[in-house]
């Protein structure tokens, strides 16, 4: 079974508006991290936010956040306010074990989504 | 800038010919990790070395090997380049403890020909 789930290939959102891209995982440790990185078309992978699996609190980082729902075993990434520049991929990476190991636990992609900002 | 250094940016090789990709990071992370990313896909971990001394395989391990020759360097090698090899491999790093992620590095295009 897959452990990263990221069920849209591509998403088309309006310029200034609000999207979400779904990600769902499977996991069996109680601890884990989840994390969003966008690749845009020059390649290289930027971190954007991080959710752990203890954290009450919905990560929240400037225009993205993380809609945490533990008991769906999903981490959504919401983008407000659509900019041209968020034209990119977007991944939904894991990582299990808890925070404070030895750094062992390498991180899990999804498939990703590709998100094309229209003016 | 401190980050994580891959060499070279794009490669070609023909298919039997041996290569070494190069990652250098210098934030003083333990842990270090080798990814491959094919088209329409994510990316899958091909080694990694949790710390100085020690390497493990990851979802795709044939066909490479890797070395972490100090703290800052972990190289992949390809022994005998397959045109199945074609791919964007990208070197991260981590410190195991930080929560902002790994950090990567900007990837290595190959094509095998």
């Known amino acids: 079974a897959q452990k990263i789930t990221q069920t849209q290939p591509g998403m088309f959102v309006q310029e200034k508006e609000a999207v979400t891209l779904d990600c769902t995982y499977d996991t069996s440790d109680q601890s884990y991290g989840l994390f969003w990185y966008k690749q845009p078309s020059s390649g290289e992978m930027i971190f954007l936010i991080y959710?752990?699996?203890?954290?009450?609190q919905n990560a929240t980082e400037g225009r993205y956040s993380l809609n945490f729902q533990k008991a769906r075993k999903s981490a959504n990434l919401v983008i407000s306010a659509s900019q041209l520049g968020d034209s990119a991929m977007y991944f939904c990476?894991?990582?299990?074990?808890?925070?404070?190991?030895?750094?062992?636990?390498?991180?899990?992609f999804g498939s990703g989504t590709r998100l094309q900002v229209q003016p | 800038n401190a980050g994580v250094t891959q060499t070279p940016k794009f490669q070609v090789l023909k298919t039997g010919q041996s290569m070494t990709l190069q990652c250098a990071q210098d934030?003083?992370?333990?842990?270090m990790y080798w990814y491959r990313q094919d088209p329409g896909m994510g990316l899958r971990l091909i080694y990694y070395s949790a710390s100085e001394g020690t390497t493990d395989k990851g979802e795709v391990p044939n066909g490479y090997n890797v070395s972490r020759l100090n703290k800052r360097e972990f190289s992949l090698r390809l022994e005998s380049a397959a045109p199945s090899q074609t791919s964007v491999y990208f070197c991260?790093?981590?410190?195991?403890?930080?929560?902002?992620?790994?950090?990567f590095g900007s990837g290595t295009r190959l094509t095998v020909v």
């Open positions: 991260a790093s981590s410190d195991g403890s930080q929560t902002r992620g790994y950090t």
């Open positions: 990476a894991m990582r299990e074990g808890n925070r404070w190991d030895t750094g062992r636990r390498a991180l899990t």
């Open positions: 934030m003083n992370h333990n842990s």
């Open positions: 959710q752990g699996s203890y954290d009450e």
